[in-house]
C-alpha cells in the first residue's frame, strides 16, 4: 500500500521462517500512524455498527460542484451495493463561508452490521482517485443526528 512517500508492506509471520531467530529479540512497540481526519472521527471504538465512514477518499474542493458530487456519489453507492443493501449515504459538502463538520468524509449506513462488516473488509486499503481509503465504524444514532 502506498502511504504518502513510502510503500508499506505487511506481511504474514511463519513460524519457522528464516528470521525467526530475531522474532525474541524484539520488542513489539505499536506503530501510529496519523492519516488527515481520523483522529477526529468518533466511533464507537471498533464496535461493529451499520454506520461505515470512508476517510482519504475525497477532498472539500471536489465536492462543491454539484456534477462532481453527483459522480462521487454515483460510484460510492455503485460500489458499496456490492457489499450489501445500502440504506442512506452522506456526504457532508463544504458551504461557503461556514466550517460544515465532517466535510471530505462520506458516510455509508447499511440495512444490517453484517453488511457493513463486509464493506469495511472490502474497501479498507483501496484506492479511489489515488488516495488509499481507511474505514471506520461510525455510532448509528450520531449519523441520524447529522453529528459528523
Do not use: W
Amino acid at each position: 500500500m502506498q502511504l504518502g512517500d513510502k510503500k508499506l508492506i505487511v506481511q504474514r509471520a511463519s513460524v519457522g521462517a528464516k528470521n525467526a531467530g530475531l522474532q525474541a529479540s524484539v520488542i513489539e512497540t505499536p506503530v501510529l500512524l496519523q492519516v488527515p481526519g481520523l483522529q477526529r472521527v468518533q466511533s464507537c471504538e471498533g464496535a461493529a455498527t451499520q454506520v461505515l465512514c470512508l476517510l482519504n477518499m475525497v477532498l472539500p474542493d471536489e465536492l462543491a460542484d454539484d456534477n462532481d458530487y453527483q459522480e462521487i456519489l454515483d460510484d460510492i453507492r455503485q460500489e458499496c451495493c456490492k457489499y450489501g443493501n445500502v440504506r442512506s449515504i452522506q456526504i457532508p459538502r463544504p458551504l461557503h463561508g461556514a466550517h460544515v463538520p465532517g466535510c471530505g468524509k462520506i458516510f455509508v449506513e447499511y440495512v444490517s452490521t453484517s453488511d457493513c462488516q463486509k464493506a469495511m473488509q472490502a474497501l479498507s486499503g483501496r484506492q479511489f482517485a489515488n488516495r488509499v481509503v481507511v474505514t471506520k465504524y461510525y455510532d448509528a444514532d450520531m449519523y441520524h443526528r447529522h453529528d459528523f
